[in-house]
């Protein structure tokens, strides 16, 4: 059967964290708009610095428990690596959506209420109660899913394409 629209797009963020070099979590980003990917991003150290599998890990080094003192961290998050992507490309974000293999920190959720994204979709829960509340706040769709939950497939209303132009809306 055919994958829904936000199936098709998380496997594609899961995709995307394979390419992630931290040592503790591989987070994938994939930013949509009218079911075109605009831009990805996956968590890793910024652009030319050496990456955390070549440095060891920072949290680790400093006894840090993860989900704590999320700025003290080499690396960007994937989220955030995919919002700085479509600026430096030149790409709005505004009305997209954001897959997410994790649901975004709270740093993130602001930038993502910031560059107009107005959903987002997440492969998986994180423990960050604020972030979900300023994003609802912000009046920003969260949609969860679980690992081992499946999306509903698309109906047939959404798997045709009747101009053959590719996807719509």
Same mark, same amino acid.
């Given at each position: 059967m055919?994958?829904?629209w936000?199936?098709?797009?998380?496997?594609?963020a899961?995709q995307?964290?394979?390419r992630s070099t931290?040592?503790?979590?591989?987070v994938?980003?994939v930013?949509v708009?009218?079911?075109?990917?605009?831009?990805?991003?996956?968590n890793g150290?910024p652009?030319?610095?050496?990456?955390?599998?070549?440095?060891g890990?920072?949290?680790?080094q400093l006894?840090i428990?993860s989900?704590q003192?999320?700025?003290?961290c080499r !690396?960007?998050?994937?989220? %955030?690596? @995919?919002? =700085?992507?479509?600026? +430096?490309?030149?790409?709005?974000t505004?009305?997209?959506?954001i897959?997410v293999?994790h649901?975004?920190c709270?740093?993130?959720?602001?930038?993502?209420?910031n560059a107009?994204?107005?959903?987002?979709?997440?492969?998986?829960s994180y423990?960050d109660?604020? !972030?979900?509340d300023?994003? %609802?706040? @912000?009046g =920003?769709?969260?949609e +969860?899913?679980?690992?081992?939950?499946?999306p509903a497939p698309e109906?047939d209303?959404e798997q045709?394409?009747?101009?053959?132009?590719?996807p719509?809306?």
């Amino acid at each position: 059967m055919r994958p829904s629209w936000d199936h098709y797009f998380i496997e594609i963020a899961r995709q995307v964290a394979t390419r992630s070099t931290c040592l503790r979590r591989h987070v994938g980003a994939v930013i949509v708009r009218d079911k075109h990917i605009l831009c990805t991003g996956y968590n890793g150290a910024p652009r030319g610095l050496p990456h955390c599998e070549l440095t060891g890990c920072l949290r680790q080094q400093l006894g840090i428990a993860s989900g704590q003192r999320l700025d003290i961290c080499r !690396a960007l998050h994937a989220e %955030q690596n @995919a919002i =700085i992507q479509a600026a +430096v490309h030149g790409v709005s974000t505004e009305g997209g959506t954001i897959y997410v293999t994790h649901q975004p920190c709270f740093t993130c959720a602001k930038m993502i209420i910031n560059a107009g994204i107005v959903r987002i979709v997440c492969a998986s829960s994180y423990p960050d109660a604020m !972030a979900r509340d300023m994003l %609802q706040e @912000a009046g =920003i769709e969260l949609e +969860v899913w679980e690992q081992d939950e499946p999306p509903a497939p698309e109906t047939d209303s959404e798997q045709s394409d009747p101009s053959g132009e590719g996807p719509t809306e």
